[in-house]
């Protein structure tokens, strides 16, 4: 029989085989006594436990920060951005809508085909848009209820337009104040509704996109990491051996996780800040630019209505457009390609035709001649503003298109975390323990 | 001056529809990136551009150009959506499934500063608001065009080409959506935004005075010669063929039908797998400075897309300044607000569907 080994030597090379001296041992008992543990082994494996029980728990931390930030993520992605554009298409397409019927209007009963056809057109995409903020606003009841008050006044304000439509024929009067209400719900009711769905979805946008508490999924991954690399040092220094290959395998794959978890955080928040810098405030910007020409566009029409020149109420409108530090501008500089600067110099390009054709019609006013205004306001103002607005329009889809883009390429880049972090860390525990497990063998 | 045939065509609808498949396996979504390789290659209809223009072109953008004059909206040709061509340009209801389908590329604009002149009608369309995937080449109308000797009277409605004293005497246009939007219109249908059951009602009292021999025959740009040569007494008709027609026979008149008429217009895009998006669209904006669209609006003598024509044509002599006081190619406002563009119905199959049934109308 080989000599004993004393029990708190290390062996002293790879093949001593560590025999331990059950006699000598302290007899241990009670629920507490794996605390008390004497013998390198009994140290060894108290070690693992620890070390695995950490990892564990470092892990599931780091999961269930990673799932809230895939979950918050993806909600943005499909939810919450989905919802900023809805709305803004829906106060986009509400206020096409009411300008096409002024313009029906102004034309008499059915007399602008192209114009219903536009308003027709707006409420389809006011509706589908509605449908849109409806399948994607998810459980906020608040927001629900929104959306019935908005459906219901839709109802409203479609009926109302047709009635004005119907009464143009024998009582224009009746027909001004109809198509007048309308465009009070429109203002008043439909706007702040949906107003309200818009600055709830932002709330949200704001608190889902806003992440600085994963930092502690990170650190607790590196604090892992950290552990590991100590353990393995002391095991190293205690078993001399430079390499205990399942340790330092368990810390690489902690390395890559943090790697990972870092990287996908950082490609996450480059994505959101790219759409809120690249995207929304651009979206923001156009749509504060066509509401903004609707308001111009209305009082023109209703200029017409009431045979008065308001040249001086329309002056400021078209100031907060185009003066040097005006939308425009604005839109200029949160254009983020030459694609974009094209774009944004269009609707410089088609406002200013849009201009010339209103300053027409307000000099035809005054000088009294309705007829000529009318005519103009029906046709040359009537085409310019359709291109100024689908200029707009088209500048928005691209937006709202470059927007949901990077809400997805933020979902994307977060694809793997939840798995890589869950895989990860029973990979990592699993190799520890196996680590300690060699070196407590070697000992038995 | 050579005249333009720009629809001696229609081999069957069903060619179209195959095209259309086709190109829906080989395309991918519109793409950000922007080609330039090659030289540029462009297929139009035949006789649709003054060809001193293409020269023209060439040198200004310095590139070379392959210019094919072989389209027609059942072209089958070979690979479209591959990297063959760099512009096409079918008919604004071929272009809407082509970007409804992703056929094509969306329009590189930071090459195209000219985009700010496409008029306005043009942008309004359900299928690309604001013409983010297209810019149209020419618009024609489709109205009625007749010989008032041979009528007896003037012609004021698209009822007229159904009356029972023209029995036999009038021609049709074998194009579906002209027809059966020309007929919508006088159904107090709007064709902006058909639907299947008033574009169905419309074929039916199409079928019906087919059937009880009202049409003489089914024409495309021959209807001139038919009109000419006495073999009817109206015809569905082209404004720009007309337009030419009225200078051989001044007598022949073309009116817009109190009910409206129909705008069409063939447009320009960028398939998928063009190799030079980005001289696809220095073409294009070649094409929509006034001075150079004044110049073939003057050779093709079409409705031009492009804003400040007008004022263009005046300066190139009398002819030109006889042009730009045309009401055919420059409509007054009042006038404009009675041309329907197709809006297409909402089922393309069911559109589909109405296509083939026209088709089987007309003579093989």
């Known amino acids: ?444 | 001056m050579n005249r333009l045939t720009r629809r001696s065509f229609l081999a069957g609808s069903a060619a179209s529809a195959a095209l259309v498949g086709l190109a829906g396996c080989g395309g991918t979504a519109a793409t950000e990136t922007v080609s330039q390789s090659g030289s540029l290659r462009v297929l139009n209809w035949p006789d649709y551009i003054d060809s001193a223009l293409v020269a023209q072109v060439e040198q200004q953008l310095a590139l070379g150009i392959s210019y094919e004059p072989l389209w027609d909206d059942n072209y089958v040709g070979q690979d479209l959506f591959g990297s063959q061509w760099d512009v096409v340009m079918p008919t604004n209801w071929l272009a809407a499934q082509y970007v409804q389908e992703g056929q094509v590329q969306r329009l590189p604009v930071e090459f195209i500063p000219n985009h700010k002149n496409i008029d306005p009608v043009f942008l309004t369309n359900n299928w690309d608001r604001g013409a983010r995937f297209h810019m149209p080449w020419q618009s024609g109308i489709t109205g009625i065009a007749y010989d008032p000797d041979k009528t007896g009277r003037e012609l004021t409605s698209v009822a007229d080409l159904f009356a029972p004293d023209l029995k036999g005497r009038v021609a049709m246009i074998g194009e579906m959506r002209e027809a059966v939007g020309l007929v919508m219109l006088a159904n107090g249908d709007d064709p902006g935004r058909p639907t299947i059951d008033q574009a169905e009602n419309a074929y039916e009292r199409i079928l019906e005075a087919d059937a009880a021999g009202q049409f003489h025959s089914w024409v495309f740009d021959d209807f001139a010669t038919s009109l000419a040569n006495g073999d009817v007494a109206a015809s569905m008709a082209w404004s720009g063929n007309t337009v030419t027609l009225q200078e051989q026979n001044p007598n022949i008149k073309f009116v817009i039908p109190e009910e409206g008429a129909i705008q069409w217009f063939d447009t320009m895009v960028i398939p998928n797998g063009a190799s030079n998006a980005k001289g696809a669209a220095e073409w294009m904006n070649a094409f929509y400075d006034p001075a150079l669209a004044a110049r073939n609006t003057e050779f093709v003598q079409y409705i031009s897309p492009v804003l400040g024509v007008q004022d263009e044509l005046r300066q190139l002599g009398a002819a030109g300044r006889s042009l730009a006081d045309n009401p055919l190619l420059f409509p007054d406002d009042e006038t404009r607000r009675r041309f329907f563009i197709w809006g297409g119905l909402d089922s393309s199959a069911a559109e589909q569907d109405l296509d083939d049934r026209f088709a089987s109308l007309l003579p093989e």
């Open chain 1, 1 to 444: 029989m080989p000599g004993k080994a004393k029990r708190s030597e290390a062996p002293t090379t790879g093949n001593t085989v560590s025999v331990v001296d059950k006699a000598n041992e302290p007899v241990q008992s009670g629920r507490f006594s794996w605390l008390r543990a004497g013998t390198t082994p009994d140290r060894l494996q108290l070690t693992a436990i620890a070390a695995v029980f950490i990892i564990v728990a470092v892990g599931v931390a780091s999961w269930v920060l990673t799932d809230r930030l895939v979950n918050d993520t993806t909600e943005v992605a499909t939810s919450t951005g989905e919802v900023l554009i809805a709305t803004q298409q829906i106060s986009a397409s509400f206020a096409e809508a009411d300008t096409a019927a002024a313009a029906v209007h102004l034309a008499g009963a059915d007399g602008n085909r192209e114009q219903r056809r536009l308003y027709e057109q707006a409420m389809d995409r006011a509706t589908s848009s509605l449908e849109d903020v409806a399948r994607v606003v998810g459980d906020d009841e608040i927001s629900h209820q929104a959306l019935q008050s908005i459906a219901g006044n839709t109802t409203d304000y479609a009926g109302l337009i047709d009635a004005a439509r119907l009464a143009s024929i024998q009582d224009l009067a009746a027909a001004n104040s109809q198509l007048s209400q309308a465009s009070a719900l429109n203002r008043n009711e439909i706007t702040s509704a949906v107003q309200q769905i818009a600055d709830r979805a932002r709330d949200r946008f704001d608190t889902q996109t806003q992440a600085p508490w994963y930092f502690v999924a990170i650190i607790a991954l590196a604090i892992g990491l950290a552990l590991l690399i100590v353990l393995h040092l002391r095991l190293s220094r205690q078993f001399r051996r430079v390499l205990n290959l399942p340790i330092a395998l368990a810390a690489v794959v902690l390395l890559v996780m943090v790697i990972m978890s870092a990287r996908g955080f950082a490609n996450q928040q480059a994505a959101f800040n790219d759409a809120e810098e690249q995207a929304f405030d651009a979206i923001q910007v156009s749509e504060q630019i066509q509401q903004i020409a609707y308001r111009h566009r209305a009082l023109g029409t209703s200029s017409i209505l009431n045979g008065q020149n308001i040249s001086a109420d329309l002056t400021p409108l078209e100031d907060v457009l185009a003066a040097s530090n005006g939308l425009f501008g604005q839109a200029l500089s949160e254009a983020s390609s030459t694609r974009e600067v094209a774009a944004a110099e269009e609707i410089v390009a088609r406002w200013d035709r849009y201009v010339i054709e209103s300053d027409k019609l307000q000099g035809a006013l005054r000088v009294d001649n309705a007829e000529l205004a009318e005519r103009i306001a029906q046709g040359s103002a009537n085409a310019a503003f359709n291109g100024f607005n689908t200029s707009v329009e088209a500048a928005l889809l691209d937006n709202r298109e470059q927007f949901l883009g990077q809400l997805q390429t933020a979902s994307d880049s977060l694809r793997w975390l939840r798995g890589l972090i869950l895989l990860g860390s029973l990979l990592a525990a699993l190799l520890t323990w196996w680590g300690f497990a060699e070196r407590i063998g070697e000992y038995r």
